[in-house]
């Protein structure tokens, strides 16, 4: 990052200040500078990473972008450049930080002024006194590099991938500090400052075993040997469950120095030791070791994570403070057991571990014994109380054999599962409780078992006696408890079931987070500014199941890429592979017979219910069978609202059960479902959408003539509630269906013409004119390449009036004059009034603004033919295009008065389309409206009426995503309130022109180039605004729209500049 001291001199701007600890920002002493939206502030981050450094324009424009570059990236990129070198100049003059260097840009600015720059420099001169011995300026060092870390770099910025990288290099560079800075306090003999700093990072990265190691000196050291031990057993197990490997030999010496007594004060603090990922292909998990085999409830617990347990685990105060109260309770001589229960991943084991942590400590001379009961294959019965009772021999040596020897005289309690009996005989089981309970007699003790369910029926009967035993002793047993459902059968009997029912053990429930938690959660991870979208598809698909939701954020990519614009799709598509496997695992086990229930009730989604599942089975009688035999598998329950509806537990399995099958089979299923919904809801619209999908997914089981209906009716129903891009999809499917379709070789069917109409009209609301595809099919069957058949004009002319105003709005006028021709021709040949309205509006239109007085002849009379058409046209032509014909007409009247000069006239018409688009428009009528309001009321140098149009425009332009308007209106907006004073809105305006261009919306683009110009001499940018306005200028000559800079326009006396030095 270091640039030449010749450059540090010429620019030499102290008072800047730029800070990506968290958010990019940048700051002018104690101002902070308005860097702008995302994309600015993305410039200046990709920029200050290679300080003082040419980065190549081409290089940015790919930074910045990535995939999806627009047609022409670099206005655009020129203009975020302009604007950071004028927000960052301010008042310097001629020192500017950021200038063009070929083939780039540089900026200049000292190192010291940047917070990442600082941190770098603080770490390498803290590495630098520990190799000179100075250890007290080496902590002062680290502890002010550390300081400054608020939050992760670049958070605002994650979807840029140079940042995110240089991101996740200072994350590891942050905790090599963190290292090194608990190594140097551990060698000044500060063990607690090492402690204290080491226990947060140990639990967000529990397999540093460099970390883990340096704690567990760092508490040996305060005397606290049974937590460093406890520790270790956690860290150890940990990383044998989840990466399959054995601690590095680094950590085992720690391990046996603390056994020896041999890590003392001076004793070096630890060498370096090997961190781990977790292995991500086979060859790597070969290298690392063999990792044991799990059975099907192998389900890792939350607890067990690689990302941070500490950010999901706040929503478990209340369960925390239970436990935490029982055990304290327990140990105080009222004993008794406590027992956690939840699904599995729910977060048990981190429950348990965090209420047990001997910085909190329950009892201060408590000892706690923590065991995991697996009875994999090849453990023998009664394995977990053989583990206890070598863990108290490891404690407490000769006393607690003595005490084992005596209370074994009579009863063999060491001889858990020899020969010849397979279980200890009452008396056996009774001694080795006694055994226990006279040692807690001297010592509180804490004894965890985890992982109960699958425990051997030796290991729950001694279990049960022992907890029998407890009352009135100084013992707490806690137990975690995996309910039924994911991974896991369920337990009906059994002497767990009895223990969990004995009114003595307090049970403590968790269940899953709710959506707020999980926002709370992806926050923690991901940091502010994730979208609700991605955290609502984390939450349906994972439950707000605690381990479903980190497989879910690491299999997206990591929470960095939760800022991805494309994040949610990602979330709701991605499969983890761990739990895949493990629900496969789990498919496995079930009767042929409940698997194609679960296979039904996925396909059905949202419409499993007794009755519709009974109908997919054709078995009438099925009745309630039905429901016991899915309810039985743990993967499904009953809907709250709907006891006869059924809901998968996690959305994930559900998305397993579909991807399992093959496409010819869920093809098959789909189709049964067509039938069963079409025969349940008939033509009801409000269930056109969910039979269109079934329909959809079963082209490969059902005649393309039988799914075409439901494709357009969906379409149809999603035009009827505004929801444009949804129509355009189903439009879409239908379209591609249709054109598979065998051809008769002649011109395309009504059908086909009515069908591309209503596509190309959606495609131009949601992504504009200059859609390609949509341009592709448009002009695949053109209106004029073959004579009309009868009732197929209107068709026609429809698809022509589209392919016009598509060459109106990107500029190609020779287009436009070939189209209205062709217009013109075809009312040759019908009388249709549509037909004649789609020519009269295209001629009014291509007269604007060079013949004013012609446009507004051709568009009254086009409003006149609008007035007079029967209803049912009139409904046909709106469903069709999406704008009432009347609407569509008097709109463009709005700008055609007021290029006439009738000034009055314009406004009372742009009122009284306010009032009637209100009560009877469409979406996209109500957006034009008041984008022709808010032009008209901008060219008449009114601010406040042009802000409240173009605001409420907005509104629902962005809410039925129409793109074409919403640029449109974006500029006006803009234009309002910077003449209001509002100091951002002059970046705002000049964005939203730069993508008007990118967008080819060269409609009255003149105008919107005038406006600019206008603000931009009004804020003092004389020169900026002198080489817009001759732009706005230029672009009206060279379309011969010379109207559109008349001197009747407010922007247009500022002609004289064009033509100043």
Same mark, same amino acid.
């Given at each position: 990052?270091?640039?030449?001291?010749?450059?540090?001199?010429?620019?030499?701007?102290?008072?800047?200040?730029?800070?990506?600890?968290?958010?990019?920002?940048?700051?002018?002493?104690?101002?902070?500078?308005?860097?702008?939206?995302?994309?600015?502030?993305?410039?200046?981050?990709?920029?200050?990473?290679?300080?003082?450094?040419?980065?190549?324009?081409?290089?940015?424009?790919?930074?910045?972008?990535?995939?999806?570059?627009?047609?022409?990236?670099?206005?655009?990129?020129?203009?975020?450049?302009?604007?950071?070198?004028?927000?960052?100049?301010?008042?310097?003059?001629?020192?500017?930080?950021?200038?063009?260097?070929?083939?780039?840009?540089?900026?200049?600015?000292?190192?010291?002024?940047?917070?990442?720059?600082?941190?770098?420099?603080?770490?390498?001169?803290?590495?630098?006194?520990?190799?000179?011995?100075?250890?007290?300026?080496?902590?002062?060092?680290?502890?002010?590099?550390?300081?400054?870390?608020?939050?992760?770099?670049?958070?605002?910025?994650?979807?840029?991938?140079?940042?995110?990288?240089?991101?996740?290099?200072?994350?590891?560079?942050?905790?090599?500090?963190?290292?090194?800075?608990?190594?140097?306090?551990?060698?000044?003999?500060?063990?607690?400052?090492?402690?204290?700093?080491?226990?947060?990072?140990?639990?967000?990265?529990?397999?540093?075993?460099?970390?883990?190691?340096?704690?567990?000196?760092?508490?040996?050291?305060?005397?606290?040997?049974?937590?460093?031990?406890?520790?270790?057993?956690?860290?150890?197990?940990?990383?044998?469950?989840?990466?399959?490997?054995?601690?590095?030999?680094?950590?085992?010496?720690?391990?046996?120095?603390?056994?020896?007594?041999?890590?003392?004060?001076?004793?070096?603090?630890?060498?370096?030791?090997?961190?781990?990922?977790?292995?991500?292909?086979?060859?790597?998990?070969?290298?690392?070791?063999?990792?044991?085999?799990?059975?099907?409830?192998?389900?890792?617990?939350?607890?067990?994570?690689?990302?941070?347990?500490?950010?999901?685990?706040?929503?478990?105060?209340?369960?925390?403070?239970?436990?935490?109260?029982?055990?304290?309770?327990?140990?105080?001589?009222?004993?008794?057991?406590?027992?956690?229960?939840?699904?599995?991943?729910?977060?048990?084991?981190?429950?348990?571990?965090?209420?047990?942590?001997?910085?909190?400590?329950?009892?201060?001379?408590?000892?706690?014994?923590?065991?995991?009961?697996?009875?994999?294959?090849?453990?023998?019965?009664?394995?977990?109380?053989?583990?206890?009772?070598?863990?108290?021999?490891?404690?407490?040596?000769?006393?607690?054999?003595?005490?084992?020897?005596?209370?074994?005289?009579?009863?063999?309690?060491?001889?858990?599962?020899?020969?010849?009996?397979?279980?200890?005989?009452?008396?056996?089981?009774?001694?080795?409780?006694?055994?226990?309970?006279?040692?807690?007699?001297?010592?509180?003790?804490?004894?965890?078992?985890?992982?109960?369910?699958?425990?051997?029926?030796?290991?729950?009967?001694?279990?049960?006696?022992?907890?029998?035993?407890?009352?009135?002793?100084?013992?707490?047993?806690?137990?975690?408890?995996?309910?039924?459902?994911?991974?896991?059968?369920?337990?009906?009997?059994?002497?767990?079931?009895?223990?969990?029912?004995?009114?003595?053990?307090?049970?403590?429930?968790?269940?899953?987070?709710?959506?707020?938690?999980?926002?709370?959660?992806?926050?923690?991870?991901?940091?502010?500014?994730?979208?609700?979208?991605?955290?609502?598809?984390?939450?349906?698909?994972?439950?707000?199941?605690?381990?479903?939701?980190?497989?879910?954020?690491?299999?997206?990519?990591?929470?960095?890429?939760?800022?991805?614009?494309?994040?949610?799709?990602?979330?709701?598509?991605?499969?983890?592979?761990?739990?895949?496997?493990?629900?496969?695992?789990?498919?496995?086990?079930?009767?042929?017979?409940?698997?194609?229930?679960?296979?039904?009730?996925?396909?059905?989604?949202?419409?499993?219910?007794?009755?519709?599942?009974?109908?997919?089975?054709?078995?009438?009688?099925?009745?309630?069978?039905?429901?016991?035999?899915?309810?039985?598998?743990?993967?499904?329950?009953?809907?709250?609202?709907?006891?006869?509806?059924?809901?998968?537990?996690?959305?994930?399995?559900?998305?397993?059960?579909?991807?399992?099958?093959?496409?010819?089979?869920?093809?098959?299923?789909?189709?049964?479902?067509?039938?069963?919904?079409?025969?349940?809801?008939?033509?009801?619209?409000?269930?056109?959408?969910?039979?269109?999908?079934?329909?959809?997914?079963?082209?490969?089981?059902?005649?393309?003539?039988?799914?075409?209906?439901?494709?357009?009716?969906?379409?149809?129903?999603?035009?009827?509630?505004?929801?444009?891009?949804?129509?355009?999809?189903?439009?879409?499917?239908?379209?591609?269906?249709?054109?598979?379709?065998?051809?008769?070789?002649?011109?395309?069917?009504?059908?086909?013409?009515?069908?591309?109409?209503?596509?190309?009209?959606?495609?131009?609301?949601?992504?504009?004119?200059?859609?390609?595809?949509?341009?592709?099919?448009?002009?695949?069957?053109?209106?004029?390449?073959?004579?009309?058949?009868?009732?197929?004009?209107?068709?026609?002319?429809?698809?022509?009036?589209?392919?016009?105003?598509?060459?109106?709005?990107?500029?190609?006028?020779?287009?436009?004059?070939?189209?209205?021709?062709?217009?013109?021709?075809?009312?040759?040949?019908?009388?249709?009034?549509?037909?004649?309205?789609?020519?009269?509006?295209?001629?009014?239109?291509?007269?604007?603004?060079?013949?004013?007085?012609?446009?507004?002849?051709?568009?009254?009379?086009?409003?006149?033919?609008?007035?007079?058409?029967?209803?049912?046209?009139?409904?046909?032509?709106?469903?069709?295009?999406?704008?009432?014909?009347?609407?569509?007409?008097?709109?463009?009247?709005?700008?055609?008065?007021? &290029?006439?000069?009738? +000034?009055? $006239? /314009? %406004?009372?018409?742009? @009122?009284?389309?306010? =009032?009637?688009?209100? !009560?009877?428009? #469409?979406?996209?009528?109500?957006?034009?409206?008041?984008?022709?309001?808010?032009?008209?009321?901008?060219?008449?140098?009114?601010?406040?009426?042009?802000?409240?149009?173009?605001?409420?425009?907005?509104?629902?332009?962005?809410?039925?995503?129409?793109?074409?308007?919403?640029?449109?209106?974006?500029?006006?907006?803009?234009?309002?309130?910077?003449?209001?004073?509002?100091?951002?809105?002059?970046?705002?305006?000049?964005?939203?022109?730069?993508?008007?261009?990118?967008?080819?919306?060269?409609?009255?683009?003149?105008?919107?180039?005038?406006?600019?110009?206008?603000?931009?001499?009004?804020?003092?940018?004389?020169?900026?605004?002198?080489?817009? &306005?001759?732009?706005? +200028?230029? $672009? /009206? %000559?060279?379309?011969? @729209?010379?109207?559109? =800079?008349?001197?009747? !326009?407010?922007? #247009?006396?500022?002609?004289?500049?064009?033509?100043?030095?």
């Amino acid at each position: 990052m270091a640039y030449t001291a010749q450059e540090q001199q010429t620019a030499s701007l102290t008072d800047l200040s730029f800070e990506a600890f968290g958010v990019m920002t940048a700051r002018r002493g104690a101002e902070q500078v308005p860097l702008g939206p995302p994309r600015h502030r993305a410039v200046l981050g990709l920029l200050l990473i290679r300080l003082g450094q040419v980065v190549p324009a081409d290089q940015l424009i790919d930074e910045l972008w990535g995939d999806s570059l627009p047609r022409r990236p670099q206005p655009p990129c020129r203009t975020y450049l302009s604007h950071l070198r004028r927000v960052l100049t301010g008042r310097h003059g001629p020192i500017a930080p950021l200038r063009y260097q070929a083939p780039g840009y540089v900026l200049t600015v000292e190192p010291g002024t940047f917070d990442l720059s600082r941190f770098e420099t603080l770490v390498s001169q803290g590495q630098r006194h520990v190799s000179d011995g100075r250890l007290q300026d080496a902590r002062d060092a680290f502890d002010n590099a550390l300081r400054l870390w608020r939050a992760d770099p670049f958070l605002d910025l994650a979807a840029y991938t140079p940042l995110a990288e240089e991101a996740a290099r200072l994350s590891l560079l942050r905790t090599t500090a963190v290292a090194a800075q608990a190594d140097t306090l551990l060698t000044l003999g500060e063990a607690c400052d090492a402690v204290a700093l080491l226990r947060r990072e140990v639990s967000l990265q529990p397999i540093d075993e460099r970390l883990v190691g340096s704690l567990m000196t760092g508490l040996y050291r305060l005397g606290r040997q049974a937590e460093a031990l406890q520790l270790y057993d956690r860290t150890r197990a940990y990383l044998s469950e989840e990466l399959g490997v054995a601690p590095a030999r680094e950590l085992q010496r720690v391990h046996l120095a603390l056994l020896r007594h041999e890590l003392d004060d001076q004793t070096s603090a630890p060498a370096a030791v090997e961190v781990r990922v977790r292995p991500g292909t086979v060859a790597e998990r070969e290298a690392e070791g063999p990792a044991p085999a799990d059975g099907p409830e192998a389900v890792p617990e939350a607890g067990q994570r690689g990302t941070a347990p500490a950010a999901w685990f706040p929503c478990r105060g209340d369960a925390l403070d239970a436990l935490r109260s029982s055990i304290t309770g327990a140990l105080r001589g009222s004993g008794h057991t406590t027992a956690v229960v939840g699904e599995a991943g729910v977060g048990k084991t981190e429950l348990v571990a965090r209420a047990t942590d001997q910085t909190q400590p329950p009892q201060p001379q408590a000892e706690v014994i923590r065991v995991n009961c697996r009875s994999d294959e090849g453990i023998p019965v009664g394995w977990v109380w053989q583990q206890v009772l070598r863990r108290l021999d490891i404690l407490f040596g000769e006393s607690f054999d003595d005490l084992r020897k005596q209370r074994a005289e009579g009863h063999p309690v060491t001889t858990l599962s020899e020969p010849p009996s397979d279980q200890m005989d009452f008396l056996a089981q009774d001694a080795l409780c006694e055994v226990i309970l006279q040692y807690a007699d001297g010592r509180p003790l804490l004894l965890v078992l985890e992982d109960s369910a699958p425990a051997d029926r030796l290991t729950l009967d001694v279990l049960g006696l022992f907890c029998s035993r407890t009352q009135g002793r100084p013992v707490s047993v806690v137990i975690t408890v995996r309910e039924p459902g994911l991974g896991a059968g369920p337990e009906t009997d059994g002497p767990l079931v009895d223990l969990l029912a004995d009114s003595r053990t307090k049970v403590v429930h968790l269940d899953n987070l709710t959506e707020d938690y999980v926002r709370a959660a992806v926050t923690a991870q991901a940091g502010p500014g994730v979208e609700a979208s991605v955290v609502r598809a984390l939450y349906e698909r994972s439950a707000g199941n605690p381990y479903l939701l980190d497989q879910l954020i690491a299999d997206a990519g990591g929470a960095r890429r939760l800022h991805d614009p494309r994040a949610a799709d990602v979330v709701r598509a991605g499969i983890p592979t761990g739990v895949r496997s493990m629900l496969r695992r789990q498919f496995a086990g079930l009767p042929p017979r409940v698997l194609h229930l679960l296979q039904c009730c996925a396909v059905l989604g949202g419409e499993a219910t007794l009755a519709s599942l009974t109908a997919m089975l054709d078995d009438e009688g099925a009745g309630h069978d039905v429901l016991e035999e899915v309810l039985a598998t743990g993967l499904m329950h009953s809907d709250r609202d709907d006891p006869h509806r059924l809901v998968f537990r996690y959305g994930l399995i559900r998305d397993v059960l579909l991807a399992e099958l093959r496409r010819q089979e869920r093809a098959a299923l789909h189709a049964r479902a067509v039938g069963v919904l079409g025969a349940r809801h008939g033509d009801s619209p409000e269930a056109s959408e969910q039979i269109a999908e079934h329909a959809w997914q079963a082209v490969l089981a059902l005649p393309a003539e039988d799914v075409l209906p439901h494709l357009r009716r969906a379409g149809e129903q999603a035009v009827v509630e505004g929801d444009y891009r949804r129509a355009q999809t189903w439009f879409e499917h239908a379209h591609t269906l249709l054109c598979a379709l065998p051809r008769d070789g002649g011109a395309p069917s009504k059908q086909t013409l009515d069908l591309r109409s209503k596509l190309l009209y959606t495609a131009s609301i949601t992504r504009g004119y200059t859609n390609r595809e949509g341009e592709g099919r448009g002009r695949a069957h053109p209106g004029s390449c073959t004579p009309p058949r009868a009732g197929r004009t209107i068709e026609q002319g429809a698809l022509l009036l589209w392919q016009f105003v598509a060459e109106l709005v990107t500029a190609r006028h020779t287009e436009c004059a070939r189209h209205a021709e062709q217009l013109r021709a075809l009312t040759e040949r019908s009388d249709a009034p549509e037909v004649r309205f789609y020519e009269r509006i295209a001629r009014g239109l291509l007269q604007l603004p060079s013949d004013a007085a012609d446009a507004l002849t051709a568009l009254t009379e086009a409003v006149r033919i609008a007035e007079k058409l029967t209803p049912a046209q009139r409904e046909r032509m709106t469903r069709r295009a999406q704008q009432d014909p009347r609407f569509m007409a008097a709109n463009h009247r709005v700008l055609t008065l007021r &290029l006439l000069g009738a +000034t009055d $006239e /314009a %406004r009372a018409l742009c @009122e009284e389309l306010l =009032v009637a688009t209100g !009560l009877d428009g #469409t979406p996209v009528d109500q957006a034009s409206a008041y984008y022709f309001h808010s032009l008209t009321a901008a060219l008449g140098e009114d601010p406040d009426g042009a802000a409240a149009s173009s605001g409420r425009g907005l509104d629902i332009a962005r809410a039925h995503g129409l793109s074409h308007w919403t640029a449109m209106l974006q500029v006006c907006r803009s234009w309002a309130l910077h003449q209001s004073g509002e100091a951002a809105a002059l970046d705002s305006l000049e964005s939203a022109v730069a993508e008007l261009r990118e967008r080819r919306l060269l409609i009255r683009l003149p105008l919107h180039l005038g406006l600019l110009a206008h603000a931009q001499h009004s804020s003092g940018a004389a020169e900026d605004a002198r080489r817009t &306005l001759r732009s706005s +200028t230029a $672009e /009206a %000559r060279s379309r011969g @729209e010379l109207a559109y =800079v008349s001197r009747t !326009l407010p922007f #247009t006396r500022l002609c004289p500049l064009t033509s100043a030095s």
